[in-house]
């Protein structure tokens, strides 16, 4: 497997590529500093399997890099890297194509975590508060629960989940067992075609799922 890790600060590289071989001795990590020489190696063909960008670069504020390399590049896989942690700058890369968000202040273990997400092809993003969240510009033309095959109650399961709801106040709210409150839980998932809660969200706004409010 190759990584190409693009970040202006030579230490942060260099434990970051200490820690990517922890989860695979055999990685091979290609550095880049700034970038026109992230898209010098993109541009060369090396057979990258995934890219972890640093949000500001030299030259390259914001998310520009990010829109950048999606343009030019946009089958990589791509997790963005960043000391900013609030919620409107991970839903904006996420928007914006990125596969995942790992903090700076992110332990080894969600590291690797993130990664295992992205390259088995899910979305990553840190344990944030995410209720609540509508992406400006669905990724897909927007569709209703019953598109996906959800009953009327495994849709106000999706509800709750989008509210950020455990599901202990899943089961709670809806006056169900656990059991059954986590088996229709698993049922939103499969008709998300993702494996955590969390994904569901992002997945659902990113189709501009309409719950509707009578919805029962």
Known sequence: MTILLIDDHALFRDGVALLLRELDPAVQVLHAANLGQALAALDADLGIDLILLDLILPGAHGFQALE????????????????????????????????????????????????????????????????????????????????????????EVLRLILEGKPMKLIARELGLSHNTAKTHVSAVLRALCVTTRTQAIVAASRMGLVLGRDAS
């Not at 914006?96 to 088995?120: C, E, H, N, W, Y």
């Open 68 to 155: 950048a390399i999606r343009e030019r590049h946009p089958g990589v896989p791509l997790v963005m890297l960043s000391s900013q942690e609030d919620q409107v700058t991970v839903l904006r890369a996420i928007q914006l194509g990125a596969m995942g968000f790992i903090p700076k202040s992110a332990s080894s273990q969600q590291m690797f975590d993130a990664l295992r997400t992205v390259l088995a092809h899910g979305i990553y993003v840190p344990p944030l508060n995410l209720a609540g969240i509508v992406l400006a510009v669905p990724a897909q033309p927007r569709t209703s629960p019953a598109e996906l095959g959800l009953t009327p109650r495994q849709t």
